[in-house]
C-alpha cells in the first residue's frame, strides 16, 4: 500500500470519526474563512466575525464547536450560557486580543468620562464588558454612525481599523495601539510587484491592513466582503488579496475560472501571512474536542452579563 493510499486513508477515518461524533454530541461546527481548507470543509457554518457571532447566537445545537481563535469561543460562549461551547486548541489566541488587557483598557475608559468605547469584536471578555458597544469589520461604519456626533470615542483594540472608520466615517476618535501579526507584516513592495505583474488585478484588502498597503486597495472590506467583491464583481478575474490566505479556498470554491493571488508578507523564509493561531486548529483536535467535551470555555455569569450587553447593542443595529 503506497503512502498516499495510507494517507488518504486515515483523512477518511477521521472524517469519519468526526462526523459520527457531531451527530452523537448534538454539535455544530463553526469555523472561521481563515481555517485550513480541510476545516472550513467540514464545518456546518463558516464566515467571518459577524456572521459566526450571528450562527452562535442562532443554532440549537447542544454543543458549539468553534474552529477559530479564543475570543471568538468567549463570544459563543456570551451568547449562549447554556450551551458547552469547545475549541479544538485553547491557546489559539489572537495578537489583538492580547494587546488589550481588560484591566488597562479599563484604566483608559475611566480616563476619558463621557465618552462611548467601541471595541472591535476582536478582544477579550473582559474587554467587551468594559465596552459601550461592539463591532466588526462588516459593521463598524454602522455602529460609529450610531453613535451621537458630540460624543467622543475610544476605539480598541485595532489602530487600523480605526484609522480606516476615521476616514470613512470623518469621526474623531482616541485609537487603542494594537494591531493583527498577519495583516500588519504585508510588503508593500510586494504587493507593488504583484500589480506589475498583473496589471489587470484588483486588490482587495481587509481593514486591519497598514495604511500605505490600503492605500493601493481597488475593495477594502470584511472578509465576507472580500469574498463577495472577489467572486461577484465583473470588473475582474484577478484578485490580489491584502487579507490571511485562508480566504482564497471560499474564494477559489465559489469562481474556480478566477485567479486570486495572497499578498506575502515581507519575510520570505516565513509563512508570515499565514495566522499562526487559526493554524493550531487541526482536524484531529477536532475530533479529540468533541470526543472529550474539551477543552471548554467556562466564564464567570456576571462577566458574562456584562459582556452580552454591548453585544445586543451591536446585535440591534441589524
Same mark, same amino acid.
Given at each position: 500500500m503506497s503512502n498516499a493510499t495510507v494517507a488518504t486513508q486515515g483523512f477518511t477515518d477521521i472524517m469519519d470519526e468526526i462526523e459520527a461524533l457531531r451527530r452523537d454530541r448534538k454539535a455544530v461546527i463553526l469555523a472561521h474563512y481563515y481555517q485550513d481548507p480541510d476545516v472550513q470543509d467540514l464545518a456546518d457554518y463558516i464566515g467571518d466575525s459577524l456572521q459566526l457571532a450571528r450562527a452562535a447566537r442562532d443554532t440549537d445545537a447542544e454543543v458549539i464547536l468553534f474552529c477559530g481563535v479564543h475570543f471568538m469561543a468567549e463570544t459563543a460562549k456570551i451568547l449562549n450560557p447554556g450551551r458547552i461551547v469547545i475549541v479544538p486548541d485553547m491557546a489559539a489566541g489572537c495578537s489583538l486580543a492580547d494587546a488589550a488587557p481588560?484591566?488597562?483598557?479599563?484604566?483608559?475608559k475611566a480616563k476619558h468620562p463621557g465618552a462611548a468605547l467601541v471595541s472591535y469584536i476582536n478582544c477579550s471578555a473582559g474587554v467587551k464588558a468594559a465596552s459601550d458597544i461592539i463591532c466588526?469589520?462588516?459593521?463598524?461604519?454602522?455602529?460609529?454612525?450610531?453613535?451621537?456626533?458630540?460624543?467622543?470615542?475610544?476605539?480598541?483594540?485595532?489602530?487600523?481599523?480605526?484609522?480606516? $472608520?476615521? =476616514?470613512?466615517?470623518?469621526?474623531?476618535?482616541? @485609537?487603542? /495601539?494594537g494591531s493583527c501579526?498577519?495583516?500588519?507584516?504585508?510588503?508593500?513592495?510586494?504587493?507593488?510587484?504583484?500589480?506589475?505583474?498583473?496589471?489587470?488585478?484588483?486588490?482587495?484588502?481587509?481593514?486591519?491592513?497598514?495604511?500605505?498597503?490600503?492605500?493601493?486597495?481597488?475593495?477594502?472590506?470584511?472578509?465576507?466582503?472580500?469574498?463577495?467583491y472577489a467572486t461577484t464583481t465583473p470588473d475582474a478575474d484577478t484578485f490580489i488579496v491584502g487579507t490571511e490566505p485562508g480566504i482564497l479556498h471560499q474564494m477559489q470554491l465559489a469562481a474556480p475560472s478566477r485567479t486570486f493571488l495572497p499578498l506575502p508578507g515581507m519575510d520570505e523564509t516565513c509563512a508570515c501571512n499565514e495566522c499562526p493561531?487559526?493554524?493550531?486548529?487541526? $482536524?484531529? =483536535?477536532?475530533?479529540?474536542?468533541?470526543?472529550? @467535551?474539551? /477543552?471548554r470555555i467556562e466564564m464567570d455569569e456576571g462577566l458574562r452579563l456584562s459582556a452580552l450587553a454591548p453585544m445586543e447593542r451591536m446585535m440591534a443595529l441589524g
Open positions: 481588560a484591566a488597562r483598557v479599563a484604566a483608559w466588526t469589520s462588516s459593521n463598524a461604519v454602522r455602529v460609529i454612525e450610531s453613535i451621537p456626533a458630540d460624543q467622543p470615542i475610544l476605539f480598541c483594540p485595532d489602530k487600523n481599523l480605526g484609522r480606516y $472608520l476615521m =476616514k470613512q466615517t470623518g469621526r474623531d476618535m482616541e @485609537l487603542w /495601539p501579526i498577519v495583516h500588519e507584516t504585508f510588503s508593500e513592495q510586494k504587493l507593488v510587484q504583484l500589480k506589475v505583474r498583473y496589471p489587470a488585478a484588483k486588490v482587495i484588502c481587509h481593514p486591519e491592513c497598514e495604511p500605505n498597503i490600503l492605500q493601493h486597495a481597488d475593495h477594502i472590506g470584511s472578509t465576507s466582503s472580500l469574498l463577495s493561531h487559526m493554524r493550531r486548529n487541526t $482536524l484531529e =483536535k477536532i475530533r479529540d474536542a468533541l470526543r472529550d @467535551l474539551s /477543552p
